[in-house]
């Protein structure tokens, strides 16, 4: 998917892959600003305790932290959004900064629906996909798990595009 060109990474996204992009990146702003409950797994999970056996200390240092955390976070899902095509699909080229914002973005949105679609290091994603798709082919399960490999993929393929250079 991306390559390198020069000293910019480059892929061409079909218009469904900018839809699902544009879909993922907002919902992980909309998750850190309009939906963000320091009970939800989800958010536990992109701001984990920094000393998960001092609950007073991490909650001393998250009152320092999360605000910045927070917005870089937000910031570059906003790259992935304002890298995209605008309209139907097309090509994005992005550069050295531009790359490593979207690998931060995927990542944090790739972490959200893991916890969501119950993900663990152990799990086999083919396995996985290949059981949801077997109970019903048209789930949202069978939907999410396949974003979840796609990105995956994206970020695989950007990671080596981006150390080409």
Known sequence: MFRRQGTQC???FAQDEVRVLRKVASEVVGLLTDGFDHDDPVVDRLFPAIYP????ESEEVRRYTEGDLKTAKIDQAGAILAGLPSEGGGDVSLDAEEAEAWLRAIN????????RLEIKPETDLGEELDDAVLHDPTSTRVFQL???AY???????LLHALIEG
């Open 10 to 12: 480059v892929a061409s």
């Open 53 to 56: 056996d001092q609950p007073a």
């Open 108 to 115: 944090d949105a790739r972490l959200a629906m893991g916890i």
């Open 146 to 148: 396949s974003v979840y």
């Open 151 to 157: 990105l995956g993929y994206l970020q695989e393929s």
